[in-house]
């Protein structure tokens, strides 16, 4: 037998990364310093509506009412992450900075998330700072992703984390441990006596953690609080909170001064509202004839464009939000430049001549397909965009959650042949301002689909009916934005980030996208380094 000891395979870094494991050494950041280094335009851009996304689905989640870092919380994160193609910042949220994987292009790959995660962090500083609503938003998203992080650490990973970041706290010692040790049995919950014989607790004044205070999850004696390593995350959340109320300050004093460079205005002051999923400007799933849209609209449409639908052959006719809704969404799904005019002709031409209708309409159909005007072909209209609007009287533009009247709402989901309980269900999430949600419940109960679907956009909302009613197939690409849901186990979260397959798809989507950005650098003029260093905030 060989008995001679097996040494682990040697990591061998090349010299640019070892300047980002200096700079990125953990999973975790507080943000304290702003980066340092310049990049491109289209890297800003792109590195603040990748955070966006993955800001937008922690608040999904939340919205579901899933007790936040509970197993269910974190399946449906993970799955959103995974399905948006964000590998990046999957595993900084499950993976330990203590365990680094030996592949070095691995290696290389996470450290690069670290460096995206660290620098978009200060981008959306920039432009959430404006008001108090956008303050308190960013805020509320950037503690949950701080949390989720920092709760996948384990005890050797917090003491690197703490020895890092300067921060002195020390675990108690077995003797501090044994004098308290009745109050950590009676106060530690969901945990047995040999099981909390192992945790660390730290003490620290009880006003550092008053949300364990307030809910009896930590034992207090003489003003002091005793944690264990499983809610330390509280301690350190404090710091963080006030390192981004700081930043945050700092950046609205900066404001009007970096807003100068009119390439990052307009990004900042509409990132908020934003559409960060999948590009519906033209379908490449063959044509949708417009004899089959009645049929269609019965169960593939969303409810804010089936109501455009049947007002369309109610009343033939639309006015000019309704028409740029509706027009661009049949755009996105498959109905042709041809087909969209001789559709709208003949609803439009019961009320009035065919020469009128060539006068006052045809143009704008020609215009939204990018033949006429402007020559620019428009992408059909979010949900983001679809619930800012304000519909006037017999408009039937805008989200029907949010703008009809609830009486006036029910009416309309019992005539689609639901239910009182799946009403109340769907009137639940509207009234609460939740109305994606509201819609995905929709979507559930129509298609009697066995987990919750997340909606962001109308032409989403039939793709992936239709995809369950078997009249597509799903397909995916390495550099979709959005990707369909994989049929998991509920235990199979793990094998998101451990799978070879998974990472080697990764590796390649990575060094394309870096390619592409390279490429695209090296032949526009607009591209200038853009300097962060000038941003202190």
């Known amino acids: 037998m060989d008995f001679r000891r097996k040494t682990r395979p040697r990591l061998d ?11 990125y050494p953990h999973n975790v950041a507080l943000y304290r310093f702003p980066p340092t280094e310049d990049i491109k335009i289209h890297d800003f851009e792109d590195l603040a509506l990748e955070r ?29 992450l995974n399905r948006e193609g964000l590998k990046g910042y999957l595993r900084l949220c499950t993976n330990s900075s203590a365990n680094s994987t030996a592949n070095s292009t691995k290696y290389e790959l996470e450290l690069q998330a670290r460096r995206r995660d660290y620098i978009s962090h200060f981008i959306l500083r920039l432009a ?50 044994d004098a308290v040790k009745d109050g950590l049995y009676e106060s530690t919950i969901g945990q047995s006596v040999s099981k909390i014989e192992l945790l660390d607790f730290y003490k620290v004044p009880f006003t550092q953690v008053l949300d364990l205070v307030r809910t009896r999850r930590c034992y207090l004696k003489d003003g002091f609080a005793y944690v264990n390593t499983q809610d330390f995350v509280s301690i350190i959340a404090v710091l963080q909170l006030n390192e981004i109320e700081h930043g945050l300050q700092s950046a609205q004093k900066l404001i009007r001064e970096v807003e100068t460079d009119e390439r990052i205005f ?31 609209s019965k169960k593939s449409f969303p409810i804010c464009m089936r109501s455009c639908h049947e007002h369309l052959r109610t009343h033939h006719h639309l006015k000019h939000g309704g028409r740029m809704q509706y027009g661009l969404f049949l755009k996105g799904i498959g109905v042709t430049l041809e087909d969209s005019l001789r559709f709208f002709r003949e609803e439009f031409t019961k009320k009035i001549d065919a020469e009128q209708f060539a006068k006052r309409y045809e143009y704008n159909i020609y215009h939204n397909y990018g033949k006429k005007g402007s020559m ?27 703008s009809s009247d609830p009486s006036l709402l029910k009416m309309k989901l019992t005539s689609y042949g639901l239910s009182s309980a799946h009403v109340q269900e769907i009137m639940t999430y509207a009234t609460k301002g939740h109305y994606q949600l509201a819609c995905g419940k929709y979507f559930q109960i129509m298609h009697e689909s066995p ?13 992936e009916s239709q995809i369950l009613m078997g009249n597509r197939t799903s397909k995916k690409a390495a550099n979709a934005s959005i990707r369909k849901p994989m049929k998991r186990g509920a235990n199979d979260t793990t094998q998101v980030m451990n799978a070879d ?37």
């Not at 989640?61 to 197993?71: E, Y």
């Not at 999923?277 to 004899?291: M, Q, R, T």
């Not at 679907?453 to 909302?461: G, V």
Request: negative net charge; aromatic residues 10%; hydrophobic residues 30%.
């Open 376 to 402: 620019i072909s428009y992408m059909p209209y979010s949900c983001l965009k679809i619930i800012q609007e304000n519909p006037v009287q017999d408009d039937c533009r805008g989200c029907p959650y949010k």
């Open 128 to 177: 959430y700072c404006r008001t108090e609503e956008l303050k308190r938003w960013f805020l509320t998203r950037e503690m949950e992703l701080f949390k989720y992080k920092f709760s996948s650490m384990s005890s050797t990973d917090i003491k690197h984390f703490l020895d890092l970041n300067k921060l002195e706290y020390t675990p108690l010692s077995e003797s501090q441990k």
């Open 501 to 537: 397959e998974d990472d080697e798809l990764w590796n390649i989507a990575e060094t394309q996208e870096s390619t592409f950005h390279s490429q695209q650098a090296e032949r526009s003029a607009w591209d200038e380094d853009l300097d962060l260093t000038a941003i202190d905030c």
């Open 266 to 296: 307009h990004l900042l002051k509409s990132l908020h509202t934003s559409y960060t999923g999948k590009d519906y400007a033209l379908s490449k799933e063959g044509n949708v004839p417009p004899e089959s849209l009645d049929q269609l």
């Open 13 to 23: 870094r090349k010299p640019q990364f070892e300047n980002l494991e200096a700079q």
């Open 451 to 463: 987990g919750d679907m997340a909606i962001n956009h109308p032409n989403q909302y039939f793709e």
């Open 52 to 80: 966006l996304k993955v800001l937008r689905i922690l608040e999904q989640a939340t919205s579901k009412n899933l007790r936040f870092l509970s197993d269910e919380w974190k399946e449906s994160v993970n799955a959103e």
